[in-house]
């Protein structure tokens, strides 16, 4: 035993070194704030797996295993120091003590339970093979290995049950109920066949826990050590919000004068090799399950895109186990800012199609029950492709060209983009008169139909006595597309012009009808210096709803549906006030999709994708709209431009646009409280 334990757990602390070793290549990044939250984190979705029963019978069976795992890695320490005295248990998990007693009795229930839930997830691996999984012989072996443990635990506790008995009657003992009721079943066996039994049991367990742990550092179980850690270093922030580029902040230093920098060395931007990560996206990569809960969930995945956000994960992974070696020799040299075969992320390991197929809904990230980041590593990717490289879709060129030229994506005139209140009396915002900003956003002062949706939204708030101004002409883009697509420069160039302007005007709190607004500005803006307090007009909605100054008496006898848009919903957490608001208006009832709240799909436009074209034929958006129609709904309801213009789509696609009604949750509150121009809206849009 003693040279089965110094061996193996000497190969695993030299595998554990090396993967240590690899980790620290990564850049820098602070994830030890917050200590409390992240303890409270861990619990919740480490040790409770909160996640897993999401996905009901693999997932309890994980749990079942996870616990079991716990629980049995004391009685693994106890057959370890049997080997050493007869008479070890822990120094306190003594058989005929009352909290020994406890330990046991759960022991022999977890490795029933273990042996079950492990048989389960094989059948699911070797019969049943869902998709999202990864086939592998290496999963298959770990669960061979568990059940072979377990089997073994349960021969070992009818050994001892019937070398105790000494050649008595064996009998049910309630502390060890698995281990004596497999001793009562196997009574009539030879004493010495039942000792071979229990010996064999006894080091199957022993030495194979040994084996198990020395596979970890090679597989994708490597998640059994790394798990609990990643999710205690998880992201605490809101809004998922992105690490600024430490290129950009490089040069915008040096123009300010801050840092000299050194103008022999070229900048990289983004991440364009698997070393240019973090630290903790290095860890995301050691801790993926490649359960394909990710890809399961995911838009483009679901209309049969190249995009697989496990298989971008597994192989920028892949990339960095397959160049350990130049990571952490000892002979390290600057060679690595050269680009060695294999070096190059985009295409060499991930595929362009895959990086532009992302609609950074975030569906991938909610779903993982490690609490790993997929959209964010895209992006920093995406950065790249291009800062770097300039290769952006042609499309989405012309989009960042517009927002850079004219501050909107369409790159039609500044002068029109107050156009949309030529027939409302709305004042320029003052910081003395108004308490809030109204940001209408490029979609909803540009997009005719969109527009639509401001005008609601004005004579809403009228109505309500708020008091609002707008920007106007002057009112700038909110840098959201730029920064999604990966030019964070533009990005950061339009976000200095919004800081300053909005800072200059005084402006204190901002409602915004498009959620990628309402998201950057609320959750990405402070960290530049933009701190405001941010509501998206959903929230001010049913907020003037509950105080009584809107009050949605005018009854609307029919069915509607809603849809929850991402930024919204996944990005902060915020399903209730659109459904606050439908369930305010007399008459109407709403009926819900069957993917809905953080569930639901999305629309397709996220991620810079309105303005490119899809990588095949299979529609987001049509998807997305068939659900909704799934419901039996007259009317689809939305709470974001975008997401309205592409449901709009979906519904042209199946010849249903003059059909089926589509309004946002602004335009249907208007309604509800007696606009008439709105009441005319409504019959336009539902026929």
């Known amino acids: 035993m003693g040279a089965f334990l110094v061996t193996g757990f000497g190969v695993f602390f030299y595998s554990a070194r090396r993967r240590w070793l690899l980790l620290k290549s990564g850049k820098s990044e602070d994830r030890f704030d917050q200590i409390e939250e992240r303890i409270k984190r861990t619990l919740k979705f480490a040790f409770f797996q909160k996640k897993l029963p999401w996905y009901p019978l693999s997932g309890i069976a994980h749990v079942l295993i996870f616990w079991g795992f716990i629980i049995l890695l004391f009685n693994s320490v106890i057959l370890w120091g049997k080997a050493f005295d007869d008479d070890f248990s822990l120094f306190i998990l003594n058989r005929g003590t009352w909290i020994g007693d406890i330990y046991f009795f759960l022991k022999d229930i977890f490795v029933v339970l273990v042996l079950l839930a492990a048989l389960v997830a094989l059948i699911n691996r070797v019969f049943v093979r869902p998709s999202r999984l990864t086939q592998s012989s290496e999963a298959n072996l770990i669960l061979l290995i568990i059940i072979v443990m377990m089997v073994g ?46 010996y064999a049991g006894y080091w199957s367990h022993a030495v194979l826990v040994l084996v198990f742990l020395n596979l970890l550092p090679y597989g994708k179980h490597f998640h059994v050590i790394t798990s609990i850690p990643n999710v205690f270093l998880s992201n605490l922030k809101p809004g998922a919000p992105l690490l600024p580029d430490p ?50 969930n995911c838009p483009a995945a679901q209309t049969n895109k190249t995009l697989s956000p496990k298989k971008v994960l597994c192989d920028v992974r892949n990339n960095l186990y397959a160049r350990e070696k130049e990571f952490i020799s000892e002979t ?64 989405l060129a012309t989009a960042l060209r517009g927002v850079e030229t004219n501050q909107n994506p369409w790159n039609i005139s500044r002068m029109d983009r107050g156009k949309w209140t030529e027939d409302l009396d709305v004042d320029v915002f003052d910081s003395d008169e108004h308490e809030y900003l109204f940001f209408a956003g490029c979609a909803a002062s540009f997009d005719d139909r969109a527009r639509k949706i401001s005008q609601s939204m004005v004579r809403l708030l009228q109505k309500a006595g708020v008091k609002f101004g707008i920007l106007g002409e002057d009112e700038p883009c909110c840098g959201d597309l730029a920064r999604r697509a990966g030019n964070e420069f533009l990005f950061r160039m339009t976000a200095d012009v919004v800081i300053e302007a909005f ?25 530049f210096g933009g701190n405001w307090e941010v509501v998206h007009h959903s929230q001010l909605l049913v907020s003037l709803i509950s105080e009584g100054r809107l009050k949605p008496d005018t009854s609307i006898n029919q069915a ?8 919204l919903g996944r990005y902060n957490s915020e399903y209730s006030a659109p459904r606050s608001i439908l369930a305010s208006i007399p008459g109407l009832k709403l009926l819900e999709p069957e993917r809905r709240d953080h569930l639901a799909l999305c629309c397709g436009a996220g991620g810079a994708q309105y303005f490119c074209e899809e990588s095949n034929e299979e529609r987001i958006s049509v998807k997305r709209t068939q659900q909704l129609l799934d419901t039996g709904a007259a009317t689809i309801v939305t709470a974001c431009p975008f997401c309205m213009t592409m449901i709009s789509d979906g519904l042209k696609t199946k010849d249903l646009f003059d059909v089926k009604g589509q309004v946002d949750i602004a335009e249907i509150l208007d309604i509800a409280c007696g606009t008439a121009s709105s009441r005319k809206l409504l019959r336009e849009q539902t026929g």
């Open 153 to 198: 635990e349960l021969f070992w506790g009818a050994w001892e049950i019937r070398h105790e008995a000494a050649g008595g009657k064996v009998a049910f003992d309630v502390s060890l109920p698995a281990g004596s009721a497999t001793a009562v079943i196997l009574a009539g066996l030879d004493m010495g066949v039942m000792k071979f039994l229990g």
């Open 247 to 296: 290129a950009i902040e490089a040069e915008m230093n040096e123009e300010e004068g801050e840092s000299e920098g050194d103008g022999d060395e070229e900048p990289e931007f983004g991440v364009g090799r698997v070393e240019q990560f973090t630290w903790k996206a290095m860890l995301d990569f050691y801790s993926c399950t490649e359960c394909g809960r990710c890809t399961d």
């Open 332 to 395: 390290k040299t600057e060679s690595l800012e050269e680009e060695s075969d294999g070096a190059v992320l985009v295409p060499g390991v991930v595929d362009p199609t895959a990086i532009w197929d992302c609609t950074t809904c975030r569906a991938c990230d909610d779903q993982c029950p490690l609490l790993i980041t997929h959209a964010d590593k895209i992006i920093y990717m995406r950065r790249n492709l291009v800062l770097d490289r300039g290769e952006v879709p042609s499309e």
């Open 503 to 527: 800072n200059d005007l005084g402006v204190k709190k901002i409602v915004t009808l498009c959620p990628h607004g309402y998201n950057i500005f609320k959750n990405e803006y402070p960290e």
């Open 560 to 567: 509607v549906t809603y849809h929850d848009p991402c930024y």
